[in-house]
């Protein structure tokens, strides 16, 4: 059973289209993150979900919208798609403080 | 307020050799601290963890860390390098108890040499 998974892995699109990226972990924990990764392997933490109530937002358009349906799931919607905003996304949970357990990215391209 | 600074953004070892990656912390509190790894494609995976017990932490793959308080580091060593072990390798601190921000370093590119 994959513990954390998301859906799709890859992702091709053009400017201006909106598209969505699901997440999904069945390992219990009660906090979802989503990061992004740009090419330089850096990882900056975007939003965070703890029991579906965002506990972090960082400093993102707000053209990323993320949505927490329950506490297994936690998605984002991104509108008005950027050259910029292409990156590999992570999805990630934890319980509390402890370690994170990663999903295996999403790579989105904007064309 | 939390940060880390990892020294080296590129790491060259011979096949065999020690392995050591460097990872600085500051915390005003009490800190968790966490090593991952990421393999090409995919995503970050624990390698270890310190989280206020032993300051000599065991992980997988052979790898080990230690936390020392007063130079603020927690380094991380594997004794023979292996070609596996070529990886991008991530520090993190978080602060201990209940939720916590975790706030990850900028990574180290291990290359393992033949």
Not at chain 2, 75 to 104: I, N, R
Request: with cysteine.
């Amino acid at each position: 059973d994959t513990a954390v998974s998301q859906t799709p892995k890859y992702l091709v699109t053009q400017m201006g289209n909106d598209k969505s990226i699901k997440c999904e972990q069945n390992l219990g924990h009660d906090t979802m993150y989503w990061y992004k990764q740009d090419s330089k392997k850096f990882l900056k933490i975007m939003f965070s979900y703890n029991n579906k109530e965002l506990i972090i937002n960082e400093t993102v358009p707000n053209r990323f919208s993320p949505k927490s349906p329950d506490k297994a799931h936690l998605n984002l919607h991104i509108n008005s798609l950027e050259l910029g905003d292409s990156a590999v996304y992570f999805c990630a949970s934890s319980q509390e403080s402890y370690e994170q357990y990663f999903g295996p990215g999403t790579r989105l391209t904007v064309t | 307020a939390q940060s880390v600074t990892q020294l080296g953004s590129h790491v060259s070892v011979s096949e065999g050799a020690l392995v050591l990656l460097r990872c600085n912390y500051s915390s005003s509190v009490p800190p968790y601290l966490f090593w991952y790894v990421q393999y090409p494609n995919q995503g970050l995976q624990l390698l270890l963890k310190y989280t206020s017990a032993a300051t000599l932490v065991k992980g997988i793959n052979g790898f080990e860390a230690e936390f020392k308080k007063s130079e603020t580091s927690f380094h991380l060593t594997k004794p023979s390098a292996h070609m596996s072990d070529a990886a991008e390798y991530f520090c993190a601190v978080s602060g201990s108890g209940g939720y916590q921000k975790v706030t990850f370093g900028t990574g180290t590119k291990l290359q393992v040499i033949p």
